[in-house]
């Protein structure tokens, strides 16, 4: 049942349109569905409800009331599902004083007792309603695979309860003009309206809907788990939950939408003084991408990782779990690569130190005073894997000015116009010093290209 | 309609573990008809990384074909609700878990389980727990001559959780895990690791930034050539204890003891040694080798006077600080190393007082350092 009154009064009127008399009947006709299509980016739930009224011959009065929700007044919109031509929309009234109401005028050619009921869709946007992706990863003791599950949690702040609705979850970025929260407190008029908010779910977007709905339909039941059907809807990707789910307000529900076993990843370290200061990092790297799997079980690569927390343990062969972190991933296109961060690792040891500082190329002006000079230093770093496994790390060291690595130990390689990197594997107890020579440009030997 | 079965579990200050079976409609949310109250098989909690506490408790749920209610509370304890997740261990059928809902105002949620088969479930549900401090540290006895040391390892927990556990495994991630009972707001001290005759080296450093007087450090191999080097000491405070010539027990300092991965070292600064005397005076500090209007370069002659009052040879290493520009050592009466364009260590031997001399011998050392293209 719900909550808050959403009330939907059917008035039927004799004569013409002018004469809005009411005559002593009035019902409330249940919803036959609800469909609720949450987008993540924005505060916007698309509504789309069907009913079934009674109508007779002649002006119909409709009355529809929201109050104590957080519909967008100006979204609401009314449409016919059966009888054809026989019934038409005349017209929509905000009564004046009346706040959160609007009457609809429908003339009729159906009988309701000789023709049936007629199907109507009611749709509307509404705020308060969210959904959040979440993730759990099982990342295996030899940190060469994972498990990953993915979950979607719907939260409804709406101020409306949800009963045996369909929910549909949209990922990505919509652009609004002004918020849903906002219109719905604001009481703005039907003439406001513009066509670009209808045009979500306009044609083309409607037929995209009905191929995820149809996919839903073909998608087997397994052991009473539902399926989330995924499809890909111009730059956004809609998620369908199979089936229907009741969030009454200031509920939430969180439901499973994948599990992966076997994914391979790559468990490195990172040195970046610019993050972290002189602290190696532990990071998980992973693809959204298809990967070898037995039959029957799922992959990642068919539709993207919508931004959300990602908690990773790490399982040991007990089936014991370890808590690594918790980071919030950003949202990962098919094919992308995501690299987590699983905080400081004190196992992996860094002394890094500056050997020895030269200056050299001093100039002086005609006044005597230094203008110009280049600095020759030597760096060490020694590294000690203290970890049980053979690890990769890679270093990152950022310069200021005018500089260039004149020799070093190891291969380097620029990632910016600054910073370039080191890259070395590690066998466990291993310990690798780096050395390198980094000169420097100062004051007026800046404009000298010669190195 | 589909009946529920519907199962709940609270975790809340002396209602440990209550975990009950109910028969409801599904479109009822009053929780009736409870019959069953299984217990926690095993509770154990890792000690991860940093200060994160990872609980898994392990029950066997009595689940009925089709659509299960599982409800899960935690008034009154520091759970982090988006934490908690089930596990199926061990089930006669397939066992899925369909969905988790979250009620308003209430520290609960409820899993729908969709179960092939009547029978028990072996499940687990892990979350994450706050409030459970952890401390570990170490009590370090020296022999009389201070070649050797006992070390014990102490893991304290403090459960300020809210809740009561029983039978609880705590998993340390090193040495042995442990089985204890620990009531709310409780703290239990225990001996982790035992490390007997370890060999330790012994030292004196100088650093004038620190003061006066030398320090004495013990440094503790955590290698396996050292009898230990089986996994990483934390970081935790070591009290350190010598015996006596008749074997007592006497405080000798404390220190804190940084995290030590295998094959590393930890230092502890044990105390002052006031049985050596330093005094560090710069003898000369003059510019030279001017050019233009600044640019020049310096000389420096760093001179220390040392006496050893003790009865034993010692090695001092002095700590010496330079201001990370150009520099060179261009003279020195001791073996140096230059450890950085800002720190560089001398080391000097220093003889035993000789018994029954009237005076100490004084060593003077003293060191050059020029430093280059000043302005």
């Known amino acids: ?451 | 309609m589909q009946p529920f079965t519907r199962i709940r579990m609270t975790l809340a200050i002396a209602l440990a573990a209550f975990l009950l079976l109910a028969v409801s409609p599904r479109d009822s949310q009053a929780r009736i008809k409870l019959v069953t109250l299984p217990d926690r098989d095993k509770i154990t909690m890792q000690l991860c990384r940093g200060d994160t506490t990872l609980v898994e408790e392990q029950r066997v749920l009595n689940l009925k074909r089709g659509e299960n209610l599982i409800d899960f509370a935690w008034q009154n304890t520091s759970i982090d609700g988006s934490s908690v997740q089930i596990r199926i261990v061990e089930a006669g059928g397939t066992v899925n878990v369909l969905n988790v809902s979250y009620p308003p105002g209430e520290s609960a949620l409820t899993w729908e389980v969709n179960c092939e088969k009547d029978g028990p479930v072996l499940v687990r549900i892990s979350y994450l727990i706050q409030r459970f401090g952890r401390d570990y540290s170490y009590l370090v006895t020296a022999d009389n001559k201070e070649t050797e040391l006992t070390i014990r390892c102490y893991t304290t927990v403090k459960n300020w959780t809210g809740e009561r556990f029983a039978d609880l495994m705590v998993k340390l991630g090193f040495g042995s895990d442990f089985t204890t009972d620990l009531d709310n707001l409780e703290a239990r001290k225990r001996l982790s690791a035992k490390f007997l005759k370890i060999p330790v080296r012994k030292d004196y450093t100088f650093d004038h930034q620190w003061g006066e007087y030398a320090r004495m450090f013990y440094h503790i191999e955590n290698t396996k050539a050292n009898r230990m080097g089986t996994f990483a000491l934390k970081s935790g405070k070591a009290r350190i204890y010598i015996k006596d010539s008749k074997g007592e027990e006497v405080f000798l300092g404390e220190d804190w003891g940084a995290a030590t991965p295998r094959g590393e070292t930890m230092d502890l600064f044990v105390g002052l040694a006031r049985d050596i005397k330093i005094k560090r005076k710069i003898m000369e500090n003059i510019n030279f080798n001017h050019r233009g209007r600044s640019l020049h370069d310096n000389r420096k002659v760093f001179l220390f006077e040392i006496e050893n009052f003790k009865d034993q040879e010692i090695t001092l290493q002095l700590k010496e600080h330079f201001d990370g520009g150009e520099w060179k050592i261009t003279k020195s009466d001791m073996d140096h190393e230059i450890l950085d364009t800002e720190n560089a260590t001398f080391s000097v031997k220093l003889p035993a007082r000789q018994k029954d001399a009237e005076e100490v011998k004084k060593i003077t050392v003293q060191y050059t350092v020029e430093s280059y293209n000043i302005w």
């Open chain 1, 1 to 451: 049942m719900k909550r808050f009154v959403l009330l939907f009064s059917l008035v039927l009127l004799l004569g013409t349109g002018s004469a809005f008399s009411a005559i002593d009947m009035t019902t409330l006709p249940p919803r036959d569905t609800v469909q609720l299509t949450i987008y993540n980016g924005e505060d916007i739930t698309l509504v789309k409800e069907s009913r079934h009224l009674s109508f007779k011959k002649g002006i119909n009065r409709i009355q529809f009331s929201w109050s104590n929700t957080l519909i967008d007044p100006t979204s609401i919109r009314f449409a016919f599902k059966s009888h054809g031509d026989k019934v038409e929309l005349l017209d929509t009234i905000y009564p004046p004083n009346r706040k959160e109401t609007l009457i609809w005028h429908i003339d009729s050619q159906v009988n309701s007792r000789e023709d049936g009921a007629v199907k109507v869709q009611i749709t509307y946007f509404t705020s308060g309603i969210s959904w959040a992706a979440d993730y759990a990863a099982f990342l295996e003791e030899d940190h060469k695979t994972m498990g990953l599950d993915g979950y979607v949690k719907i939260i409804n702040h709406s101020g409306e309860d949800y009963e045996n609705a369909q929910f549909r979850l949209i990922v990505g970025r919509i652009n609004l003009v002004e918020k849903i929260a906002a219109l719905a407190q604001k009481g703005v008029m039907y003439r406001d309206l513009n066509g670009k908010d209808r045009a979500l779910y306009g044609k083309g977007y409607a037929n995209r809907v009905r191929r995820a709905e149809m996919a839903m339909e073909k998608a087997k039941k397994d052991g009473g788990q539902r399926a989330i059907v995924k499809e890909g809807l111009s730059e956004y990707f809609i998620f369908t939950i199979e089936g229907t789910d009741t969030v009454k307000h200031r509920w939430q529900k969180r439901l499973p939408s994948f599990s992966v076993k076997g994914l391979p990843v790559e468990v490195f370290y990172k040195l970046d003084d610019t993050k972290w200061n002189q602290t190696i990092h532990k990071l998980l790297r992973f693809k959204n991408n298809k990967h070898e799997v037995k039959k029957d079980e799922k992959t990642l690569g068919s539709e993207p990782l919508p931004d959300g927390v990602i908690k990773v343990f790490t399982r040991s062969k007990d089936n014991t779990l370890w808590y690594e972190a918790s980071q919030y991933m950003k949202y990962a296109g098919i094919g992308q690569e995501i690299d987590v961060d699983l905080g400081p690792e004190d196992r992996m040891l860094v002394e890094r130190k500056r050997l020895r500082l030269k200056k050299i190329n001093v100039r002086l002006d005609i006044h005597g005073s230094v203008i110009g000079w280049r600095t020759q230093e030597f760096f060490q770093t020694k590294i000690t894997n203290r970890l049980p496994l053979a690890s990769r790390l890679e270093v990152y060291r950022t310069f200021p000015g005018k500089f260039k690595i004149i020799e070093s130990t190891l291969d380097f390689y620029q990632d910016d116009h600054d910073t370039y990197y080191f890259s070395m594997n590690l066998k466990p107890d291993e310990k690798v010093t780096l050395r390198y020579q980094v000169d420097t440009k100062n004051g007026k030997n800046r404009k000298n290209n010669d190195w």
